[in-house]
């Protein structure tokens, strides 16, 4: 492996040489482009809730992902999937780059293969760059199931969905409106004093329209 020469052993541990060695290990081959790429945006995202108080070496930092991921969600009202990603990229900058500083001539990026690869038959077709990128680019809902329950519902021609989760032993009526109601407080033209009340005259009430 080649020496990264402009970060050794011997340099400061901030978080600002920590973004700079994971582009340049990745300019050098040591990780895909995307995966350095989308390791420092994490490192970013994370980082941006500290305080002015608070330490910013990597170790501290390291040690603290997991606070710091639960506070950028809050933050940002950011889905915990996402928190939970930034957290794992995160880490794994932080830790192959700790480990990088402490023994530079032994250290291994932590996703490269150690389990030989398989060897392919002529009629299997090979990975291309592009495939990698597509993996390394698919959100991670994409990865990983759906949790129990949880259901969609596009709301807008562009595509945009609306998530949520139905209890296991279902709704009745009454409580479907009351989430009704709920949501229209939430909708983005909501006029607490433009009489914006839902119309349910439609749903069956002991065995009749309502009045």
Do not use: C
């Amino acid at each position: 492996m080649n020496a990264v020469t402009s970060i050794d052993s011997k340099t400061t541990p901030t978080i600002e040489n920590a973004k700079k060695w994971m582009l340049t290990m990745a300019e050098r081959g040591e990780y895909a482009k995307n995966t350095a790429r989308f390791r420092v945006g994490a490192i970013d995202a994370l980082t941006s809730v500290l305080g002015e108080e608070e330490p910013r070496d990597p170790k501290s930092v390291l040690e603290k992902l997991s606070d710091l991921a639960a506070r950028w969600s809050r933050v940002n009202n950011g889905k915990s999937q996402t928190a939970a990603e930034y957290e794992s990229r995160a880490r794994s900058l932080l830790r192959d780059y700790l480990a990088f500083l402490d023994d530079p001539t032994k250290f291994k990026p932590s996703n490269r293969p150690t389990t030989p690869r398989p060897v392919r038959s002529k009629k299997e077709k090979a990975p291309t760059d592009a495939d990698h990128q597509a993996e390394e680019a698919a959100p991670a809902a994409q990865r990983t199931p759906a949790p129990e329950g949880l259901r969609t519902f596009t709301v807008k021609p562009s595509g945009a969905v609306f998530e949520y989760r139905m209890p296991p032993e279902g709704l009745t009526i009454a409580e479907v409106i009351k989430v009704a109601f709920h949501l229209v407080t939430m909708a983005n033209d909501f006029d607490p004093a433009g009489g914006q009340v839902p119309n349910f005259s439609i749903v069956p009430r002991n065995g009749g329209p309502q009045q």
